[in-house]
């Protein structure tokens, strides 16, 4: 009978992951869009970039064929913006979407569900806990919204993810296939963040002296594993060094290397290094006043996580510590270097949002998985209560967090909106204002930011460069305000609270007409 309840459980258990992913994606799929409601700064000029580089093989400030492509304050990194270079080519046909932009972002958070849930299989290797990460990663807040809007930077908690489950692998198999996978994935973490030129080669350099002293891997091995992650990343490699010694311009294999954003250099210090880690364990266990990846009152992985987080953290230490007593290896350890590396990073530059520090995610799954485990093995006798009380407890906080964010979530009806950051597609008022009212020239007001146009109607760079002119370019204006000329022929789609215009218009003697946008009024003079 055991043998058969077993063999019942192994096929519950494949059915529950299964269904598991299903869940997962469809969080993470539905509605990619239009949740969150608004874009983003970054996603608007990454996915403009990447259109540019598909039509003129340049970015928008036409540096050409560029391994860091340049933003509007310093650059992006290069991995997010060729996979949406790639997909726009495939799947856009050389169109550009906001859909086809955040893609890679869920394709991201399906990698860390995955590998995340691998990870902790191959650590505790117990299907019942594995199952229960599964659920955490599926379900917590920031494992869901990460995915949902295109960060360039989110892309190294999928990244990473994948490389410490690499590591994981080898410390297990001993075999040189493993080591060589794992030293290549962890160059490809460095594609996808300009924070893990910090992260990284701290980690691995704690991590092989940590193997080294627990005779899980040769010097030999250690010199292998660094060949391959620096041949893997050499591209990037060549970036730094231009950034830090200010190199001019070359070409490598057939990309740009320019020391674009070398002036972010000046933001790492070590003066606040200590208030930047108390702020970042914060905010990362609670949340920030950036609002599309985290919700003030679920918190990154919901509150009642918070506690199981710091046993697990001292629970790790404890293993750490015997570890290196014993000289033998134990996984918490590459967990907790793996959290410290970022730690020391986030201490140098700062970080004011989650997603700067979005690959300590990983490490917060284990810490959890690791605090709800030890304090499972510690109550013995109420065990059953425990996992019941936990589980309701989960499972009241997951259906209110889904019910709030895919139904009353709103970043354009808080506080934040109006600002530079944060946009509300008007596409159907410009195409109207373009194509049925056929004006002259067009006002809109971008909050002072021509590149949502740019993705949304994207123009030829070089063009947009040419007829540039002082409040935008060719009979596109971008700046709105008192001062605005009100002429026939001419379209104004404007934010309903912008007083400044509107004075103006009650004082205008000229007929005209209206139409109302969410949040936008269109405002057309017409011709005699």
């Known amino acids: ?10 096929k519950f258990y494949y059915i529950f992951i299964a269904f598991i992913f299903i869940l ?38 036409l540096n050409p064929l560029p391994i860091y492509p340049q933003n509007q304050h310093g650059g992006q990194s290069p991995l997010y913006t060729y996979l949406v270079v790639f997909l726009i080519k495939t799947l856009g046909k050389g169109n550009i979407s906001l859909w086809l932009v955040r893609l890679p972002g869920l394709i991201s958070s399906m990698l860390v569900v995955l590998f995340g849930t691998k990870c902790i299989s191959r650590v505790f290797q117990n299907r019942r806990i594995t199952m229960m990460s599964a659920l955490l990663l599926t379900a917590c807040p920031y494992f869901v919204m990460h995915g949902r809007f295109a960060l360039d930077c989110n892309l190294m908690l999928g990244c990473s993810t994948i490389a410490v ?12 296939r493993d080591l060589i996978l794992c030293g290549i994935s962890f160059g490809v973490v460095l594609y996808s963040y300009a924070l893990s030129y910090f992260v990284i080669p701290v980690f691995l350099c704690l991590t092989a002296l940590y193997l080294l002293f627990t005779h899980k891997i040769t010097l030999r091995r250690t010199v292998l594993w660094a060949v391959c992650v620096c041949l893997t990343s050499l591209p990037v490699i060549l970036f730094i060094c231009a950034l830090l010694f200010q190199l001019p311009s070359f070409h490598f294999l057939n990309f740009t290397i320019t020391p674009i954003a070398s002036a972010r250099m000046k933001d790492v210090a070590s ?25 003030g009152k679920f918190y990154t992985m919901y509150f009642i996580s918070i506690p199981f987080i710091i046993i697990g953290i001292a629970a790790s230490l404890y293993h750490m510590a015997a570890s290196l007593k014993t000289r033998t290896f134990h996984p918490s350890t590459i967990f907790l270097l793996f959290y410290v590396s970022g730690l020391f990073a986030i201490g140098l530059s700062g970080a004011q949002h989650i997603y700067r520090a979005n690959y300590f995610f990983l490490a917060y799954l284990y810490f959890l998985v690791n605090g709800i485990t030890a304090v499972y093995r510690f109550v013995r006798s109420y065990r059953k209560y425990f996992i019941c009380t936990l589980s309701v407890c989960y499972l009241i906080w997951c259906f209110s967090f889904f019910r709030y964010y895919f139904g009353q979530y709103s970043v354009a009806a808080i506080n934040t909106y109006p600002n530079s950051l944060y946009f509300i597609p008007i596409d159907n008022a410009i195409d109207y204002a373009q194509s049925g009212l056929n004006a ?20 030829s760079p070089y063009e947009v460069e040419s007829t540039r002119h002082e409040d935008g370019y060719g009979k596109y204006h971008f700046i709105v305000n008192y001062y605005t000329p009100l002429q026939p022929g001419n379209a104004y789609i404007v934010r309903t609270d912008n007083q400044e215009f509107f004075m103006a218009l009650n004082n205008t003697s000229l007929a005209w007409e209206s139409a109302d946008y969410p949040y936008y009024k269109l405002v057309y003079f017409p011709k005699d």
């Not at 990447?50 to 340049?58: D, K, L, M, Q, T």
């Not at 003066?271 to 919700?295: G, K, M």
Request: with cysteine; net charge negative.
């Open 1 to 10: 009978m055991k043998k058969i309840s077993d063999l019942v459980f192994v």
């Open 24 to 61: 997962a994606l469809v969080l993470r799929a539905y509605h990619i869009a239009s949740v969150p409601d608004v874009i983003e700064l970054d996603e608007a000029s990454l996915g403009y970039n990447a259109w540019c580089i598909v039509h003129y093989g340049v970015d928008r400030y």
């Open 165 to 176: 489950y690499c590591l994981i692998r080898y410390t297990q198999s001993n075999q040189l």
């Open 271 to 295: 003066t606040n290094f200590w208030n930047n880690v108390a702020h970042i364990i914060r905010i990362t266990l609670t949340n920030s006043n950036y609002p599309l990846d985290a919700v």
């Open 440 to 459: 002259e020239q067009l006002y809109i007001d971008y909050v002072d930011v021509d590149v949502y146009h740019s993705f949304y109607f994207p123009d």
